[in-house]
């Protein structure tokens, strides 16, 4: 009933809508956001991943500190999945969050904010102290109607953090950033910057990304927590869930998922593979495309930087919401055909567990079965909002278990 509401509202009182859900929210849950430290983190790639280093991070520094990420959530006690299939939920969830990391003694909460969140208002009755950004690049531009649209949504949040009437209004950017005025041109105590530089030197499937790992150190830099304890807690750090996260039940070969659901990252986990020497053998690479009107010109590009490293590529059902999900798969196999070399095999599978199936079977000793697209999500978003328990590895688990693959 309230979707149907939401679709009968005018554009304008559709925004005035969220606005006061917003408002209503933070009063509701008595405004916890006033007694945090609240870290938000946009940006193109890497929120996630920045989120829960963050999180990790700041407790190692003895901040009790909660966190809501796309992939993981913590209120300070606990820490699980986010089955939600929402990178920033409504207003009442993350003001409900809020007032629990308060009442289990959190100092710090770092929250994930997207830009579709902004652009809903979700961000506005939080307080915040810092806002990061991770990086800006090319997606969600049909639901923003083009770049500079979704470069302004991400402004809001630095906007909003700057008027937040905290005592330190920090914003933490990349030092590169092409736009820097249009984030920094406000009532901030400090802007942070930082380079990607900076983000090496540890772990191998944390340093992959450096550019997530600096700003994680800039964060704690613009905080006061001394550099030799935030570099000594992501020297503990080995690996994030579903982020160049190895598989080992045995095989005879090495599996990999990862979160990676746009071309740069896609590009990134290329590169990461090539550079540590992750295979010995050929690279066999499962992935698939979002459906939901979210990002259609990504599907082929997505599907020829797979096809440049890999020598089979399996493509099938990810995340179709109301789309056809073989629309989908054709649309990046059809770029995986068109970027492939020769002898380069593209394979078309529409059920997911089958694909794997056939991914494994097809491993010999020293190849690498990548997978790309969910990392840890707990579900695949289907039509009329439904959402079907998965978890790419605890599937993938099960069937090297199972030895579906030929054992040698």
């Not at 959530?73 to 699980?80: A, E, F, P, V, Y």
């Not at 652009?119 to 770049?147: K, P, S």
């Not at 890999?310 to 649309?331: F, G, K, L, W």
């Amino acid at each position: 009933m309230m979707r149907l509401l939401r679709r009968l509202l005018p554009k304008s009182l559709r925004r005035a809508y969220h606005l006061v859900l917003a408002v209503v929210a933070r009063w509701m849950y008595g405004n916890p956001s006033r007694r945090l430290t609240v870290i938000g983190v946009t940006g193109t790639h890497g929120k996630s991943s920045v989120v829960m280093l963050l999180g990790q991070v700041l407790t190692a520094a003895g901040f009790r500190t909660g966190y809501f990420s796309t992939a993981m959530i913590s209120d300070g006690r606990r820490t699980w999945f986010n089955a939600l299939k929402m990178t920033m939920p409504g207003r009442f969830v993350l003001q409900r969050f809020l007032r629990q990391c308060v009442r289990n003694g959190c100092t710090h909460a770092v929250i994930e904010t997207s830009s579709e969140g902004i652009a809903q208002h979700r961000h506005r009755g939080i307080a915040y102290d810092v806002a990061v950004l991770t990086n800006l690049g090319e997606e969600h531009l049909e639901a923003h109607g083009g770049f500079a649209n979704y470069r302004a949504a991400k402004a809001k949040l630095f906007a909003h953090a700057a008027r937040s009437g905290k005592v330190q209004r920090i914003a933490v950017i990349p030092a590169d950033l092409a736009q820097f005025e249009q984030f920094t041109a406000h009532p901030f105590t400090a802007v942070q910057t930082f380079d990607a530089a900076h983000g090496r030197g540890y772990a191998p499937a944390i340093s992959a990304f450096p550019d997530n790992v600096a700003a994680v150190l800039a964060v704690c830099d613009a905080l006061g927590i001394a550099r030799s304890v935030s570099e000594s807690a992501l020297r503990a750090l080995t690996a994030l869930p579903g982020r160049l996260e190895s598989l080992d039940e045995g095989q005879p070969f090495a599996v990999m998922v990862d979160y990676a659901h746009t071309p740069a990252a896609l590009t990134q986990v290329a590169a990461f593979v090539q550079a540590h020497g992750a295979v010995r053998g050929k690279v066999i690479h499962v992935l698939g495309g979002v459906g939901g009107g979210r990002d259609r010109a990504k599907r082929a590009a997505m599907g020829s930087i797979a096809a440049a490293h890999a020598a089979v590529v399996i493509v099938t059902n990810e995340d179709p919401y109301d789309d056809d999900p073989m629309t989908i798969i054709r649309a990046v196999a059809d770029g995986a055909r068109a970027g492939a070399g020769r002898g380069t095999i593209v394979e078309e599978i529409l059920d997911r567990r089958e694909a794997f199936v056939r991914a494994l079977a097809l491993a010999q000793p020293g190849d690498l079965v990548l997978v790309t697209g969910k990392g840890c999500e707990q579900a695949i978003a289907g039509p009329h909002g439904t959402n079907v328990p998965w978890d790419d590895r605890v599937v993938v688990r099960e069937l090297l278990r199972m030895q579906t693959y030929a054992p040698r």
